[in-house]
């Protein structure tokens, strides 16, 4: 079966920049997701449309194309306050807050007293993605996945109330749901 609008594709990936630094590596894991709902960099999805499983793909992304340039203007210095008290401030972590369009993710650069350095960009911003992937098993993905735009762990719907979908998807060498990864359905 090709990757096409609808479909589930299984993959294993290796991410790395420039220099060769490897950002990501799914070898353990492997990676799902539903294809035509936006849920990849639009430039790798499109790379994907019309591989099957067992084809390999090298594909170097640009950062326009992905998470865009770093925006200098996205640094900002914010009063400690502004951070909720129960916010563990440390340099080099990862913090989330609510903005007015959601939710945002922060880089703490810098703590001085009461004012703390932040870095508002994707961290992957400025950087040429370079991945190496291989294609695993595609499926149909089942109505409800569909609907939501999103795969459902193991082929399976967990959200009962809505779900139409009554079956377990087969993987092409013969198992079903995670087995073929060492899960369990």
Do not use: C
Not at 2 to 30: C, F, K, P, S
Not at 80 to 100: D, H, I
């Amino acid at each position: 079966m090709l990757i096409e609008q609808n479909t589930v594709a299984r993959m294993r990936y290796v991410l790395t920049d420039d220099d060769g630094a490897v950002i990501d590596d799914t070898a353990e894991r492997g990676f799902e997701y539903i294809h035509g709902h936006g849920n990849l960099i639009p430039v790798l999805e499109a790379a994907l449309a019309g591989k099957a499983e067992g084809d390999h793909l090298d594909i170097t992304i640009e950062p326009e194309d992905a998470y865009g340039l770093h925006d200098e203007s996205a640094v900002l210095t914010v009063p400690r306050s502004r951070f909720a008290p129960e916010v563990v401030l440390v340099e080099g972590n990862m913090v989330e807050t609510l903005g007015p369009e959601g939710r945002i993710e922060m880089l703490i650069l810098k703590i001085d007293g009461d004012d703390v350095l932040v870095d508002l960009n994707h961290p992957l911003a400025g950087l040429r993605l370079h991945f190496a992937i291989d294609v695993g098993p595609v499926r149909m993905g089942h109505a409800d996945e569909i609907k939501h735009g999103r795969v459902h762990p193991g082929g399976h719907h967990l959200m009962v109330g809505d779900s139409t979908y009554m079956g377990d998807w087969q993987e092409t060498d013969g198992t079903h749901g995670n087995e073929a990864d060492g899960g369990s359905d």
